[in-house]
């Protein structure tokens, strides 16, 4: 299953509930669209809910990062929500854990953008 997200807006942020495949080609590019296209509507808090995506590999990683940095230049935050056991042993593995703000409580992660 490709990537596909649904985007809420909740307690003054906005959420992205992801699912399916974050890979090179399609899914990637969806997730770079639409932080951008986020961004672009002065949407600068996104939260990124990963509790769905079953797969992610290195290209998808490379997203997330570059969402991250999209978002920083743009005077905006990207955080994330309830990483699965794989993507959180990913992120480890790459060193990236501590490049991210990563939450597994919805409310505390919305808090945490204050």
Not at 7 to 14: Q, T
Not at 47 to 73: C, H, K, P, Q
Request: glycine share 10%; net charge neutral; proline share 0%.
């Amino acid at each position: 299953m490709n990537l596909q997200g649904t985007a809420r807006d909740a307690y003054g942020i906005v959420i992205i509930d992801l699912s399916g495949r974050i890979t090179l080609g399609e899914g990637s590019a969806l997730l770079r669209e639409t932080v951008k296209d986020l961004l672009g509507k002065g949407k600068k808090k996104i939260l990124l809910n990963l509790a769905d995506v079953n797969y992610i590999d290195s290209s998808g990683i490379g997203e997330l990062v570059t969402a991250f940095t999209t978002a920083r230049n743009h005077g905006g935050e990207v955080k994330l929500l309830h990483l699965t056991k794989k993507v959180h042993d990913l992120l480890q593995i790459t060193k990236l854990y501590t490049v991210f703000d990563v939450h597994n409580d919805e409310i505390a992660a919305a808090a945490s953008f204050r």
